[in-house]
């Protein structure tokens, strides 16, 4: 008897537990939680850890070796800079602290590749920086001219940190935004099939297209899948149409092959 | 030895792979496809012909102007206006400079030619993608010359299916209600005519009324309900001989008859002592078959494409509601479960969905909802609307509209009207006089 009466006290007690620790949450109103925004994570270690490109170091050092002889900026190619006014002027000494710190933080060759090679060259003709040259004659500019090519350092490795990813999602944003545009999808499409057509594209640094594949091209002449050559059609039609595509700038060797998924479904679905 | 080597060398060779980047596009415009649809061409001597038998000047221009207008009407292309065009017709058809048709935004390219052979007409067209520089296809008809306006509803049904991927409904007729006279004292007549509203025929003198009439979905027969001698009945009418019989011989009234789908059978209600349920006939055997047995009122009667269910009307509820059974009446489930009245249900050619009228707080509404019931979608409203009826592939919905012809609403005009699913694209269908209970037949080219 005395037990019964411990196991229906025990039980009463932990439903009464229970119902006091959970009522209360029914009171209160459900907790309005804002809407979800997406954040992209971007890797920045080498952006704060900047290194040179390999073939910008060599120049670099090149034109440091005639700066010290001829006292003339370190950016300046002796070629192009005229010698009335930039020899005349001499480098302050603050400048060639900074030259020499930047030549302390020499990368590490055994990353040097292909893509940093073609980007280099490309630096090799940013060298000739009329900025800098303007920082010479008025030394106010110097610190602008600086900070500008800070910049392009920064940009040129960001192009080399993303060069192992995929397009980020600013870049892959601005693609489909051209190609919705662009594509007039057929409404008489049967919305409960399999809509979706892939296209390999290979494309010029522009954004032209160079060829166009269909992956699942069999489809097209399998019977009962008429449907699928109109969706083919409508999707090499959109290409057409929008190119050059809206790639980025630099990277060429990342998306020089592209595949774009066209999936109708969404929209017939509606 | 060699293999070693190479191996060595393939090995020694700096190899940077890039994983190939995926973009998903699932957005696209769904505006007008911008087409250019030249003025067919024609050789004076075949002009000179078709001027004397057919009372055109140019006929090429003419049937260019009904495939033109068909592709406007269905509001899913945007026919490019022919002064802009930079090529002349009888070129492009042999060999389009797609550049010009590129710089005034044609994405695709119609161009054709008309000749009089044999007391015929002979139209070959052919359909070009302006972009991909390549013809899509080309077709040759001959005909009568008589014909020449089916010819043009024919390709642009070509056209259609073509770049939509769908069947088109061009080559089509609607049978309708014709109505004249006041409203007190109105004559109703069958009236059929071409879908774009020309070459209307009418089938009755007008002596009776006639209400509901309906296709036959795999042949040129007509079902529909006449008051001969004040006795309603569903009627069975063959549009070729003009023969015409009573379905059935039923005690009491029979009215909204449908075929079915394979056109073998006619399903419709049966009134007697305040009950009415549905009813089919076998048109083959004769032999009628009971379908429902409610003591409500079930109308409205609409199989499925594959005859295995069917949709009606009933007030088994309190309220007239849209209900689903199979075919045999077993397995009765309502589907519509909104506010306000639902009526005249029919079911899609494609099988997906069932349009209806809706009544609600003194509106009507034209709408369509999944089979299941869910889904729904209201189309168009307006003050008095009813009578939706589906073209052959399921996009467009043709129904008839009643609005009042003065500011104090007085008097009042009945006008065909369609809309497509989008619900974007409602067009008045020009018909000669007021006209009602529209139905849309297949495909005639079939």
Redesign the interface.
């Known amino acids: 008897m005395t037990r019964n009466i411990i196991i229906s006290s025990t039980f009463h007690l932990i439903i009464i537990l229970i119902a006091a620790m959970s009522l209360p949450f029914l009171a209160k109103k459900p907790i309005d939680l804002p809407p979800i925004i997406s954040v992209e994570l971007i890797q920045i270690t080498n952006v704060t850890n900047i290194p040179f490109a390999p073939k910008a170091k060599k120049i670099i050092e090149k034109v440091k070796k005639k700066k010290k002889e001829k006292l003339v900026s370190e950016q300046a190619p002796p070629k192009t800079v005229k010698r009335e006014k930039p020899d005349a002027v001499p480098l302050p000494d603050k400048k060639i602290e900074k030259i020499k710190k930047q030549e302390d933080k020499k990368q590490n060759p055994e990353k040097i590749?292909?893509?940093a090679k073609q980007v280099s060259e490309f630096e090799k003709k940013e060298l000739f920086d009329p900025n800098n040259i303007a920082a010479l004659i008025d030394k106010s500019k110097e610190e602008a001219a600086e900070t500008t090519n800070k910049l392009f350092k920064v940009a040129q490795d960001q192009d080399k940190n993303v060069?192992i990813a995929?397009?980020t999602l600013s870049e892959?944003d601005a693609?489909?935004a051209q190609?919705?545009?662009?594509?007039?999808?057929?409404?008489?499409?049967?919305y409960?099939k399999n809509l979706l057509v892939r296209i390999?594209l290979k494309l010029k640094p522009d954004g032209t297209v160079i060829r166009s594949e269909i992956l699942d091209h069999a489809r097209m002449n399998k019977p009962g899948q008429?449907?699928y050559k109109?969706?083919a059609?409508?999707?090499?039609?959109?290409i057409?149409?929008c190119q050059p595509l809206r790639v980025p700038t630099k990277g060429y060797?990342?998306?020089k092959?592209?595949?774009?998924?066209?999936?109708?479904r969404?929209?017939l679905e509606g | 030895m060699l293999f070693r080597y190479l191996l060595i060398l393939m090995l020694l060779l700096?190899i940077?792979a890039?994983?190939?980047?995926?973009?998903?596009?699932?957005?696209?415009?769904?505006?007008p496809?911008p087409i250019a649809v030249t003025p067919l061409s024609i050789d004076d001597k075949s002009k000179k012909s078709f001027e004397k038998i057919l009372k055109k000047k140019d006929i090429a221009a003419e049937i260019s102007t009904v495939i033109e207008n068909n592709l406007k009407q269905s509001g899913?292309f945007n026919p490019l206006n022919k002064d802009a065009f930079l090529q002349k017709s009888d070129i492009a058809h042999l060999k389009p400079r797609f550049e010009d048709w590129a710089l005034i935004k044609a994405?695709a390219l119609i161009t054709g030619k008309v000749t009089f052979v044999d007391e015929k007409i002979r139209v070959e067209f052919r359909l070009w993608?302006v972009?991909?520089g390549k013809e899509?296809m080309a077709l040759a008809f001959t005909t009568v010359s008589s014909n020449w306006r089916r010819v043009g509803h024919i390709i642009t049904d070509k056209v259609?299916?073509?770049?939509?991927?769908?069947k088109g409904y061009f080559d089509t007729r609607i049978i309708y209600v014709a109505e004249e006279g006041p409203k007190t004292n109105r004559i109703k007549k069958l009236a059929i005519m071409d879908q774009d509203g020309f070459n209307t025929k009418y089938l009755t003198l007008g002596n009776e009324l006639v209400l509901t009439p309906r296709f036959n979905p795999t042949n040129q027969m007509v079902t529909y309900l006449s008051y001969f001698r004040n006795l309603p009945r569903v009627y069975l009418l063959d549009i070729e001989t003009g023969i015409q019989e009573v379905v059935g011989d039923f005690p009491g009234m029979t009215f909204a008859p449908r075929f079915s789908p394979d056109g073998r059978k006619i399903i419709m209600s049966f009134a007697m002592d305040g009950n009415s349920d549905i009813y089919t006939m076998d048109l083959e055997n004769r032999i009628v078959e009971r379908i429902t047995n409610h003591p409500s009122i079930d109308t409205s009667p609409s199989y499925s494409p594959n005859n295995k269910y069917i949709c009606f009307n009933s007030d088994r509820s309190g309220y007239q509601q849209i209900y689903v059974m199979k075919s045999d009446g077993s397995n009765v489930k309502r589907i519509s479960f909104g506010k306000g009245i639902y009526g005249t249900p029919v079911w899609s050619p494609r099988g997906?969905l069932i349009a209806f009228t809706k009544m609600h707080k003194g509106k009507f509404y034209i709408g369509v909802m999944r089979t299941n019931g869910s889904g729904e979608r209201l189309l168009t409203e307006n003050f008095y609307q009813e009578a939706p009826s589906w073209s052959p592939?399921g996009?467009v919905l043709i129904f008839y509209r009643e609005t009042k012809t003065d500011e104090k609403g007085e008097g009042f005009s009945a006008k065909l009207w369609s809309i497509d699913l989008?619900g974007y694209n409602e067009r008045l269908v020009e018909t000669e006089t007021d006209a009602s209970d529209p139905s849309w037949s297949s495909l005639l080219s079939n």
């Open positions: 590749d292909n893509e060069d995929g397009l892959e693609l489909k190609i919705f545009s662009c594509w007039s999808i057929p409404l008489g499409l049967p409960n390999k008429g449907f109109v969706l059609e409508s999707a090499l039609r959109a057409k149409l060797e990342r998306w092959n592209l595949q774009l998924n066209f999936d109708a969404e929209m | 700096p940077k890039f994983g190939l980047i995926e973009v998903d596009i699932t957005r696209g415009n769904l505006s496809l899913l994405q993608d972009l991909a899509m259609y299916e073509r770049l939509t991927g769908e997906d592939n996009r989008t």
